[in-house]
């Protein structure tokens, strides 16, 4: 079946540790995207990339970093300058950049906490 | 400036019956899509029901519809006969363009 794998599903790193986060699609979809949710709040975009070699930040930005070498695979690294990383990370993809009628499919998320 | 606003607190809803949740939305974009999430416990986002900006009727799935009044941008989902797998958090959200906004979510407990 086609889908969005995240792993790990629970994650937990020391403060001043990058950690990075996978996301993988097989449903060869162009475009996709990294939210963080916190309790309480709906979801907040980190990045997203339209295309391999190409991504763009989005609302919250700082403190993360992200590749895009292949279609199916954007992963997301949480640096050390990531202030308040704990959070639950979810990662989306979309058949079509641009037209609105397409709509996310999503990852079952990675649960971070800092130790 | 947010642009999906859901501001009901938490809600319990018996068993049976229909559930409305209040989403109101902002843009300036004459093209822009509508969607409903739910997020059980487990934390995946499951796709409920979309509602294009140029759709004339209100957009049905099953027990789902969505109240859509394009003048008072207000997208409204409607569940019916409640079930107990319907406890969940769900979100509304706009795709204008490239970026998908969501709101902060609407927490619904059914109760048997």
């Known amino acids: 079946d086609g889908g969005i794998t995240q792993s790990p599903k629970y994650l937990f790193r020391k403060e001043g540790q990058n950690v990075t986060l996978s996301c993988e699609q097989n449903?060869?979809?162009?475009?996709m995207y990294w939210y963080r949710q916190d309790p309480g709040q709906g979801l907040r975009l980190i990045y997203y990339?339209?295309?391999?070699?190409?991504?763009q930040k989005g609302d919250i930005a700082e403190g993360y970093s992200v590749s895009r070498e292949k279609k199916e695979s954007f992963p997301l690294t949480v640096t050390s300058a990531q202030k308040n990383p704990t959070a639950f990370y979810l990662c989306?993809?979309?058949?079509?950049?641009?037209?609105?009628?397409?709509?996310?499919?999503f990852g079952s998320g990675t649960r971070l906490t800092v130790v | 400036a947010q642009k999906i606003t859901q501001t009901q607190p938490g809600m319990f809803v018996q068993e049976k019956e229909a559930v409305t949740l209040d989403c109101t939305y902002d843009?300036?974009?004459?093209?822009?899509?509508l969607f409903w999430y739910k997020q059980p416990s487990s934390g995946e986002m499951i796709f409920l029901i979309y509602?294009?900006?140029?759709?004339?009727q209100n957009a049905t799935e099953g027990r789902y519809s969505l109240n859509f009044q394009k003048a008072r941008k207000s997208a409204n989902l409607v569940i019916s006969a409640s079930q107990l797998g319907d406890s969940a958090m769900y979100f509304c959200?706009?795709?204008?363009?490239?970026?998908?906004?969501f709101g902060k979510g609407n927490q619904v407990v059914v109760i048997p």
């Open positions: 959200a706009m795709r204008e363009g490239r970026r998908l906004a």
């Open positions: 990339s339209q295309i391999v070699n190409d991504f």
């Open positions: 509602q294009g900006s140029y759709d004339e």
């Open positions: 989306a993809s979309s058949p079509d950049r641009d037209r609105v009628w397409y709509g996310y499919t």
């Open positions: 449903l060869n979809h162009d475009a």
């Open positions: 843009t300036s974009d004459q093209s822009y899509g």
